[in-house]
């Protein structure tokens, strides 16, 4: 009556009175079981909502991104190739490239059957994100992922799992002094984890 479902009751008589606790029980289980499905639509339903919503602000974001990229490039038509400003431009553009990522990522979460796990390489996963963090970075600092003969293997949604470590790799660069070196080293751990140090 307080709202414990699938409580027990002891089944330790015989007879009409053993016979009643066990009906009890099993409505009580029963009872239970509704509870946690009606628990669980109800959160479907509510992440399908903040989905649509979700959505919806991705893509009202990504018009004005792509409209201040068409911009940043009529901007530099008319700048000298070798001028401070060209500089300022591609950095500008990275930025912007960073952004639309994070934005394609989060739609690709948001839709529908986007969050499933796969089991990911997570060494391979570290190494291309590496390689688009320098990428972006043009050479401030050296990156690095330390290999290891054991696989370090993880059920994850990779999606999920590249924006986190992207998001690490790109915080080391942007702590880093000039010619600054990063390390990543991935290995496997215990209980399916895998360890994840990323040192700047």
């Known amino acids: 009556g307080t ?4 409580a027990q009751v002891p089944e330790r008589v015989g007879g009409e009175v053993g016979e009643a606790i066990r009906s009890f029980n099993r409505m009580s289980r029963h009872l239970k079981e509704l509870d946690d499905d009606a628990r669980a639509l109800r959160e479907r339903r509510h992440l399908s909502e903040l989905g649509e919503v979700a959505r919806g602000m991705a893509h009202s974001m990504r018009n004005p991104l792509n409209a201040l990229g068409l911009s940043i490039e009529e901007l530099a038509e008319k700048m000298p190739e070798t001028s401070k400003q060209q500089e300022n431009l ?26 499933q796990e796969e089991e990911l390489d997570v060494t391979s996963l570290a190494q291309d994100v590496v390689l688009e963090v320098l ?33 690490l790799a790109v915080n ?21 984890k895998v360890r994840v140090e990323i040192e700047d």
Not at 103 to 109: A, E, K, T
């Open 135 to 167: 990428q972006d970075s043009r050479g401030k600092v050296r990156m690095e992922v330390e290999r290891t003969e054991l696989t370090a293997t993880l059920v994850a949604v990779g999606p999920e799992l590249r924006a986190v470590v992207h998001a």
């Open 172 to 192: 080391a660069v942007e702590a880093s002094p000039e010619g600054g070196r990063i390390k990543i080293r991935v290995s496997p751990g215990s209980q399916k």
């Open 90 to 115: 591609e950095s500008v553009r990275r930025q912007i490239r960073r952004m639309d990522q994070s934005i394609r990522s989060f739609l690709m979460l948001a839709s529908e059957g986007a969050g």
């Open 3 to 6: 709202g414990a479902l699938g």
